[in-house]
């Protein structure tokens, strides 16, 4: 049975749920039903919102007057508007008496209501989301369905219009909130292939233009009007005219036009849909919302890399010609694209898994569809580390950070290969230095800083986790060359003194450098051997593969012996007060990240198992706080109050330095996610579930957003660590190389069902206990390579 996840009422207004598909941008829907933060013009956008841009209905019960509103609920306060409620947002029109938003990734799902209708009316909203098929989860358009059902003994009549503003020339907004296009808008009433709807163009942009693009608003539906343009005669007329129109019969059309008065406002048109309902009957209302912004900068465009004004097309732009193309891609294979989603999304909620860790997993798949991911024309997958209001925060698909991203490898491990190709055949030099930022894929310049430790070894434990969910040797073979030089030069630049333990100046997450040996490194380093050693088998390198597990092993027992205090592994440097930024005797939350992913990519303990379970008890035992009221510290504050959350390193024992490492007081949700998994794995599952929970109570939809979690930024990638939780709980491992997979479920043991995503095929795993005491096990294959087989532990 699927599990029905928590509502969010219209009062809580930080919940928005991104729509929109894979390096497309996207728009959110809030709770109340509404369209806000349309980020679909390759930049971040939060605030964004489009003018006389909405959906409404208009029912007309048998011998009753009718009754027309907005597809929202009532706005709430504060009522802080510049100049009053905005006629270009519909303030001042007539809403439902309340809405609910909830969101079960990829549907959002609206239950409107108002006493004073005579039918029930419920909003669900999705972008195609199919695992392993990046391009048929990349489609630049919503389905927008609003389900309408006669709650009374007489045929009802209805109408639902959506309303759509020419923003192709979009070039932001003028002082008084109304938005300023370049070119000339021109909508279209289009009729084609049995779709009908409202395509928007502009006259005067051209293909080279940043601002260049189409939209479209379109439905298969047979009953339908068509308002192409409305009213541009200046003040408020349009809306006023729409809204007559609209509420007089149900219909949208022309009118007779005016001569235009301003010349500044943007072109809108209306698409309606009207059916009769019978008592009790229920009907869909079905729009698709798509867009086409192709052309986007060539670089990053940050403070730090001046764009040079060249240009390279979304690869999105390569599967379609403009948005009426994509939206009628969509409309024309909906049955297929929706059969599979639906797939995805019973295979996801049939879990018997806690509802909270399956809302931690599901919210955390937006971070790959918000603009802090996108493709380029070729197909290479890039990422910022998250986005500012208006730009990436954090450019170059930095290493250290998409190390914790479990998400992304085991839906699209296609889109992993790819930013593996470029850390290690562009970005990685002939002495084996990986820049953390990748700069040259836009042939800029190298970028400035030393290589990130702890990101250039997670690199290679992730070339292991590509392998082991693609089982591609002519991968491992194109990358390998490159592979050997990166772990060599941790051997020659981070070991000073050969005693395989990293000792010198290593950048990591923390954007500084730790001094000396320290466990974050160190785990890494030990996972890097592992799984060089493995890789070195895979291309026939048997030479490397001995000698990296002879390092492995002298690694391992030099770090046992020098850095373990008891309790936990600590960094061992001379002074922790000579140099800024380092922890010393502090229990490091990262302490064991590197045992977390060796975990997750199947390579086994990197350290003793009983040490490993000690830490890991230590960690959770000093860095848990269940409350923040008097915890006094100067850095960004991820937890508030009485909320609870890690911290990313605590001194029980003392020591801490005057000046600690940056961030160290912070609390982060991809640290606690791998934090939490790693504690399930270690069958610490309540301690490891409180944690979940903990972040996830955090983002309630009033104090923070549930599809948003954040650090340096918004939809920030490292909270897709929360993957391994799913990966923990299920105990699920995988080898594509051999075509099988298993599990080991940490919960629920007698009765337990989760979905998998292998890397060849995904569906729903089933166990459960018979009266011997023996375990039935079932492997349901929905999508992909269906001799991907179970191997029972």
């Not at 050997?484 to 395989?500: I, K, S, Y």
């Not at 092993?553 to 922790?576: A, K």
Request: aromatic share 14%.
């Amino acid at each position: 049975m699927e599990q029905v996840l928590k509502a969010y009422p219209d009062t809580a207004q930080q919940a928005a749920f991104l729509l929109g598909g894979i390096g497309t941008g996207n728009i959110s829907l809030g709770s109340r039903g509404e369209m806000r933060d349309f980020e679909i013009f390759n930049n971040p956008a939060k605030g964004n919102t489009i003018n006389n841009t909405f959906f409404a209905i208009r029912v007309k019960k048998e011998n009753e007057l009718s009754v027309t509103r907005v597809l929202e609920s009532r706005h709430r306060p504060p009522y802080a508007w510049h100049h009053g409620a905005s006629s270009s947002t519909q303030g001042g029109l007539p809403r439902f008496e309340s809405a609910s938003l909830r969101g079960e990734y990829p549907f959002a799902t609206v239950d409107f209501k108002d006493s004073s209708l005579p039918v029930s009316v419920n909003l669900e909203a999705y972008t195609p989301f199919i695992p392993l098929n990046a391009d048929d989860s990349g489609i630049p358009a919503i389905v927008f369905r609003y389900r309408v059902k006669n709650v009374t003994c007489r045929r009802v009549e209805v109408s639902v219009a959506g309303s759509l503003s020419n923003v192709t020339g979009f070039a932001g907004f003028d002082p008084f909130g109304n938005m300023k296009t370049d070119g000339v808008p021109e909508n279209k009433k289009r009729t084609e292939n049995g779709l009908c709807g409202v395509y928007f163009t502009n006259k005067r942009l051209q293909p080279h233009q940043l601002n260049y693009g189409s939209l479209a608003l379109l439905t298969r539906d047979k009953n339908v009007s068509v308002k192409q343009n409305w009213h541009t005669t200046g003040h408020w007329d349009g809306i006023t005219d729409f809204w007559d129109d609209f509420s007089a019969d149900g219909r949208v059309e022309d009118t007779p036009s005016y001569r235009n008065r301003t010349g500044t406002h943007t072109a809108v048109g209306s698409l309606a849909i009207h059916h009769s309902l019978e008592p009790g009957e229920e009907r869909d209302f079905e729009f698709v919302l798509s867009w086409y912004f192709p052309t986007r900068k060539f670089g990053w465009d940050t403070v730090q890399c001046e764009w040079d004004g060249r240009i390279t097309k979304n690869y999105y732009a390569t599967l379609f010609g403009d948005a009426w193309d994509a939206g009628s891609y969509l409309l024309r294979n909906i049955d297929r694209l929706e059969c599979a989603t639906r797939d995805f999304h019973r295979a996801f909620f049939s879990a018997s898994l806690p509802e909270y860790v399956l809302d931690a997993v599901s919210s955390n798949i937006t971070q790959l569809r918000s603009n802090t991911c996108f493709r380029i024309e070729d197909g290479t997958f890039l990422g910022w580390e998250g986005n500012n209001l208006s730009e990436g925060s954090c450019y170059g698909t930095c290493t250290h950070v998409w190390n914790y991203a479990q998400t992304v490898a085991f839906l699209f491990p296609e889109l992993e290969r790819s930013a593996r190709r470029v850390e290690l055949l562009i970005e990685t030099d002939d002495d084996g230095s990986m820049m953390y930022r990748t700069t040259r894929v836009f042939d800029m310049p190298k970028f400035w800083n030393m290589p990130a430790a702890d990101g250039q070894l997670g690199v290679l434990m992730r070339l292991y986790r590509e392998w082991k969910l693609s089982g591609d040797a002519g991968f491992v073979k194109e990358v390998w060359d490159k592979a050997v030089l990166a772990m060599e030069f941790a051997f020659t630049n981070w070991d000073t003194d050969g005693d395989l333990l990293l000792d010198s100046e290593q950048h990591n997450t923390y954007d500084i450098e730790f001094f000396g040996v320290n466990p974050l490194t160190g785990t890494l380093f030990l996972g890097a051997l592992r799984a060089m050693s493995e890789l070195a088998n895979i291309v026939g390198d048997s030479a490397r593969a001995e000698r990296y597990l002879r390092a492995f092993e002298t690694s391992r027992t030099n770090m046992v012996d020098r850095m373990w205090n008891g309790e936990y592994y600590v960094q061992l440097v001379d002074d922790v007060d000579e140099l800024c930024y380092q922890f010393g005797k502090g229990c490091l939350s990262d302490q064991l990240f590197g045992q977390l992913t060796s975990h997750v990519y199947g390579l086994g303990y990197l350290l003793p198992e009983d040490q490993v379970k000690k830490a890991l008890l230590s960690i959770f035992k000093y860095n848990f706080k269940d409350d923040f009221y008097d915890r006094a510290h100067a850095q960004r504050a991820f937890a508030l109050n009485d909320e609870q959350g890690l911290l990313l390193c605590s001194w029980p024992l003392g020591g801490r330095p005057r000046l600690p490492f940056v961030y160290s007081d912070e609390v982060w949700a991809g640290v606690e996610y791998h934090v939490a998994a790693h504690l399930i794995y270690e069958d610490y599952v309540d301690e490891g579930l409180k944690l979940v929970k903990a972040v996830r109570d955090r983002y309630d939809g009033v104090k923070r957003n549930p599809w948003n979690e954040i650090e340096c930024g918004n939809h920030y990638a490292r909270s897709m660590a929360s993957w391994a939780v799913l990966t923990a709980l299920s105990g699920f491992s995988f080898d594509m190389a051999k075509k099988v997979v298993s599990f080991d479920p940490k919960i629920n043991t007698e009765n337990f069902e989760c979905f998998f995503c292998s890397g060849l095929s995904w569906g729903i795993y089933r166990q459960t206990k018979n009266p011997d005491g023996t375990f039935t096990r079932e492997l349901e294959t929905l999508y992909g390579d269906p001799n991907v087989t179970l191997q029972n532990k």
